[in-house]
């Protein structure tokens, strides 16, 4: 999601202190020293994006405050839409029965683990439809980046493969999946899943 998107929150130091509990003065030395990215107002007040406050929590070890979780999880853009899968009739086929259900969902496509990564960073989707099976990175190593990377803000992400192995849907689940659904994949079953989690997600269940 775009620094520009007015559903990203910024924060004034007091709030920043506020939220890690200490003084506002803390803030800005945090701020001053470089350890806290900010920007400052024409008014000479500093503010800082959401996401680089995340950024400078978890490069000191610190814990994410119950508010900034709320904060972030409200930020979660769940109509933006990546499906990965090296199959490309299939992808094909899913990025366009998605758009016609759900036309206000921007669908991104990727063929391989590397392109995948390369959208997941750049488009910061809100839902992963995900093959296990990929050259390059495999969905397992993908779900766990995700995972690692995105924090409270992990998107939704339904794995989808052709191997009947209960071991195999239980690891990727495991690794971040929050859904399996098996090839050949039936759409409607896609469409009720994705329902189901995103329903889910936005009543914070």
Not at 28 to 49: C, D, E, H, S
Not at 71 to 85: A, K, P, R, Y
Not at 159 to 177: F, K, R, T, V, Y
Request: hydrophobic share 40%; proline share 4%; net charge negative.
């Amino acid at each position: 999601m775009a620094k520009n998107d007015k559903k990203v929150r910024i924060f004034s130091a007091l709030e920043v202190a506020n939220i890690c509990g200490v003084v506002n003065q803390t803030a800005i030395n945090w701020i001053k020293n470089g350890y806290l990215k900010a920007f400052t107002t024409p008014g000479g007040q500093y503010r800082v994006y959401s996401e680089d406050l995340v950024e400078f929590l978890h490069s000191r070890g610190m814990r994410m405050p119950e508010e900034l979780q709320r904060v972030l999880e409200e930020q979660l853009d769940v109509d933006t839409v990546l499906i990965v899968d090296d199959d490309r009739d299939l992808n094909n086929l899913v990025h366009q029965y998605l758009s016609k259900k759900h036309p206000s969902f921007d669908v991104f496509q990727a063929f391989d683990g590397f392109e995948a990564g390369r959208m997941l960073a750049e488009k910061k989707p809100g839902l992963v439809i995900l093959d296990i099976d990929l050259p390059g990175v495999n969905g397992h190593k993908l779900a766990r980046s995700i995972k690692e990377a995105s924090g409270v803000t992990k998107p939704i992400i339904i794995a989808i493969s052709g191997l009947d192995d209960p071991e195999e849907q239980q690891a990727m689940l495991d690794d971040g999946a929050d859904a399996f659904l098996p090839k050949p994949l039936e759409l409607d079953s896609l469409h009720d899943k994705i329902n189901e989690l995103v329903s889910s997600r936005e009543s914070g269940e």
